[in-house]
């Protein structure tokens, strides 16, 4: 079955509450909800308003109100005027603020005789804001709140003791890096998406101490390590002994698998370190022999291919980026890649995909396979190739990881979602090893040494192959030594 798109991708939210501030009436208030909220406002590329704003432009009924109503609807809406929002934010303003923009009779003269001077205090100070990043904007229901937010936070860096005694380069580097930080922060964000908060808008929540990686993500000295030396190896050959798909299942093994929702997968040796159980454990034995490379057939059954497929559509497939240089406070740039030409979605908790039952039932599927939990895994991330679409040679190991909290990433389990007519291989350059797509699929190799688990197996370099017929669709689930789960919450990955 092929997946319908249920939507025009580009009709997306930006942010997690948008659904919440829509219901609270923020799309009609708050200009800027409008920008970030275009799903759930129903604005823009979403647009089944347009009925509702002919109706709302209908020529009797707006010119009757204009001179009615020739008020401003917002106490700042005088200070908004001075700061020029009449022109940058001619929507809200002009409808909320119709006095001050002097879009009404007799507006210009009384908006002349009463307007604040450019001394207002509420707008010097939402100008101060700019001081510490993006000069922040408050509107709407919630403009009272916000200014509230506003003043704390001046309060906080410019007089503060915990502010002022941190080092410089974390003053230096603590900035609001959104406009609506302190909307956000007014509304709950900080204590309710921490991760983001702590690191996008640190002086709106007043928690600069916390940009410093150090501080907000100490080490974890009782974190369990997935795999010890040696571990990595018996792992595998586990899995390959154990493949029931193998092996000539007893009525009551077969049943034991249905029940733990099990597929009677089989296993495909692509690449071994040796036929024997490996016994030494050091690096020049790991060097000299080859690396892991295995296939399980029949992983997946169509209706979960296909759920997490339609789940990429639900959510948007987007161009995939690389990861990017890093920030000060830990966070990574997401650059765009020419290496990497494919489109993905992800299945997260914030999205609502990762504890639904088909995606829950495949990730402990997984988590029981390798025999490592399924919270030290990362978030589904599904793919999809079109014809002439690729990843170039890369490694899946990312070095900064090895001193966050999650540890690296020591495995990859890739899921093949599609048939592909023809191309379309994940391809390991050093191992002469291509593995050709099939729905169902999954193909399993290691990032990291058996000897030394938390280091870099370099000859696990690999690419996808451009598709050459038909549509490819994917899954990556990148495993860590440590619970990636946990410090994703608290920015610490
Ligand atoms: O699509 C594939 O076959 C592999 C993709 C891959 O290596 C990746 O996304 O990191
Ligand atoms: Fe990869």
Not at 40 to 69: H, M, W
Request: one cysteine or more; aromatic letters at 6%; proline letters at 5%.
């Amino acid at each position: 079955m092929k997946p319908v798109p249920r939507r025009n991708i580009e009709c997306i939210d930006i942010h997690i509450n948008c659904s919440l501030w829509a219901g609270d009436s923020e799309c009609e208030t708050n200009s800027s909800v409008k920008k970030y909220c275009p799903l759930s406002c129903g604005v823009g590329k979403c647009g089944n308003n347009s009925t509702k704003d002919k109706n709302k432009d209908a020529p009797n009924r707006g010119k009757r109100e204009q001179k009615i109503l020739c008020t401003d609807d917002h106490e700042l809406c005088s200070g908004w005027a001075d700061m020029g929002e009449c022109d940058e934010n001619p929507k809200y303003m002009k409808k909320n603020c119709r006095k001050s923009c002097g879009v009404c009779e007799g507006a210009a003269t009384t908006t002349a005789a009463t307007s604040k001077t450019k001394t207002d205090p509420i707008v010097d100070m939402l100008k101060r804001t700019g001081n510490f990043g993006e000069k922040q904007v408050a509107a709407g229901e919630k403009g009272q709140a916000t200014l509230d937010n506003v003043r704390e936070m001046i309060d906080y860096m410019e007089k503060s003791d915990d502010f002022l005694t941190l080092s410089s380069k974390t003053q230096d580097n603590c900035r609001n890096k959104n406009e609506l930080c302190s909307f956000w922060a007014a509304v709950g964000e900080c204590e309710a998406n921490v991760s983001f908060m702590k690191v996008q808008c640190a002086p709106a929540c007043k928690t600069c101490h916390l940009i410093d990686m150090a501080t907000r993500c100490p080490e974890l000295p009782d974190a369990v390590p997935a795999l010890g030396p040696g571990d990595l190896n018996k792992m595998f050959e586990r899995i390959v002994e154990r493949a029931p798909g193998n092996r000539t299942l007893s009525d009551v093994e077969r049943q034991r698998l249905e029940k733990s929702d099990m597929t009677e997968y089989s296993v495909k040796v692509y690449s071994r370190p040796s036929d024997e159980s490996a016994t030494e454990v050091n690096i020049q034995s790991d060097r000299k022999l080859p690396p892991w490379v295995i296939t399980l057939d029949n992983f997946l059954t169509d209706e979960e291919t296909d759920a997490l497929i339609q789940h990429g559509y639900d959510e948007g497939y987007k161009r995939s980026e690389d990861v990017g240089a890093q920030n000060f406070d830990g966070s990574v740039e997401s650059k765009k890649s020419t290496g990497r030409t494919s489109e993905n979605a992800w299945c997260t908790t914030r999205n609502g995909c990762r504890e639904k039952i088909i995606p829950t039932r495949i990730l402990n599927r997984m988590s029981t396979v390798m025999g490592i939990p399924p919270q030290n895994s990362e978030d589904f991330q599904i793919l999809k190739y079109d014809v002439g679409q690729f990843y170039k040679t890369h490694h899946d190991y990312i070095p900064h990881q090895k001193s966050r909290q999650c540890g690296p990433r020591i495995l990859t389990f890739f899921l093949y979602l599609s048939d592909v007519e023809a191309g379309g291989g994940t391809d390991f350059p050093d191992l002469g090893i291509t593995v050709m797509p099939k729905k169902g699929r999954a193909l399993l190799w290691p990032s990291a040494m058996n000897a030394d688990p938390m280091g870099k197996d370099g000859r696990m370099m690999h690419q996808a192959l451009p598709v050459e017929k038909g549509l490819k669709f994917g899954a990556n689930l990148w495993t860590h030594m440590y619970d990636y789960q946990a410090p994703q919450l608290t920015g610490c990955n």
